[in-house]
């Protein structure tokens, strides 16, 4: 898979590079709606294009799944690309977004990478190998209660019907813990987990490209990700609870009240 990770790191850089070129203009850019609160600009395709010719020029047999450009069919290695997560903080020039690239074969995600072109922060992963960021090894953190934790999440803002279910969440969770932070990209707040940055982190109906380079990171640094009925249904349902094998069962107990039938 080394190989594999080498160009999944080549296409997140080169995209990282596209990506800052345009910060600065970023709030002149055209912007797209895809739908409610659903934002990309040409940047964002511009970065996957990138990305899928550096991927495809390496293993043009592979399959993609990209948030702009959708399905490329091809064979069971299937990269997942999210170009940029994070399009609302970066048209407004909120410094937090990253690329998000992860490989999955036979549906196992094999190799995760999330990259900061901002703070040049690279986050890798392989299956069984670790997760890093740059040459450092990640370790969750090992918080064993609510006190003190600092949670990450994102707003169901895409899904508001969820609004009510999540803001109960929120409520019982802000009681319990130390604060909750929403940072604006999902990516890079599964890596801040597995960097021991955030001591757990949920959110309501993710996409598949926002989070499965960031679960594998967390996984590798020893935690855990469930949906909201404590399965791995998450690359599907979108739910997803994640921390250490600790923090994420005294999530679980502060979610599973508030859970409707809809986000089983
Ligand atoms: C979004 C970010 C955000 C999350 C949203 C995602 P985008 O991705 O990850 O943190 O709350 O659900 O859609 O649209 O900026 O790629
Ligand atoms: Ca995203
Ligand atoms: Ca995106």
Known sequence: MQPMLNIAVRAARSAGEIILRSADKASHLAVDSKGKNDFATEIDRLAEKEIISIIKAAYPEHSILAEESGEHAGNDFVWVIDPLDGTTNFIHGFPQYAVSIALKYKNRIEIGVVYDPLREELFTAKRGGGAMLNNRRLRVTGLTSMKGALIGTGFPFKVPQHL????????????????????????????????????????????????AAGILLVKEAGGVATDFSFNDNYLTSGNLIAGSPRMHQLMYQLIEPHVTPALK
């Open 164 to 211: 009510d279910a999540y803001l109960n969440m929120f409520r019982a969770i802000t009681i319990d813990s130390a604060g909750i932070r929403r940072a604006g990209s999902a990516a890079l707040d599964l890596a801040y987990l597995a960097a021991g940055r955030l001591d757990a982190f949920w959110e309501i109906e993710l996409k598949e490209w926002d989070m």
